[in-house]
Nanobody
């Protein structure tokens, strides 16, 4: 699976962005998908995920209520709608997918087999 993330940019605090991640080589309907982020000098961290069949979503506490993950199987694309952005949301955002993810471990980086190249989100104060 090849994943191509896009949609990052510079936005003021309180603003919104929608990230997209287009997949090729394998249908996303057969995979759980997630978004992670990595700020300068920090470890990669979990942001959001949706399980293979869709429906149930998972969020980190820091973005819950502000970010929404979704997946469009017809377009083979996943999204991350980010609202009420804060300066601490500034990071490179990476999309990921995995076909054999254990739901109890869906927040763990090691569960994902395929990664996109990342898109930079910068939130100014």
């Amino acid at each position: 699976v090849q994943l191509q993330a896009s949609g990052g940019g510079l936005v003021q605090a309180g603003g919104s962005l929608r990230l997209s991640c287009a997949a090729s080589g394998r249908t996303l309907s057969s995979a759980a998908v997630g978004w992670f982020r990595q700020a300068p000098g920090k470890d990669r961290e979990f942001v959001a995920a949706v399980k293979r069949g869709g429906g149930t979503t998972y969020y980190s506490d820091s973005v819950k209520g502000r970010f929404t993950i979704s997946k469009d199987n017809a377009k083979n694309t996943m999204y991350l709608q980010m609202n009420s952005l804060k300066p601490e949301d500034t990071a490179v955002y990476l999309c990921a997918a995995g076909a054999r993810i254990i739901l109890s471990a869906i927040r763990q980086i090691e569960q994902y087999d395929y990664w996109g190249q990342g898109t930079l989100v910068t939130v100014s104060s």
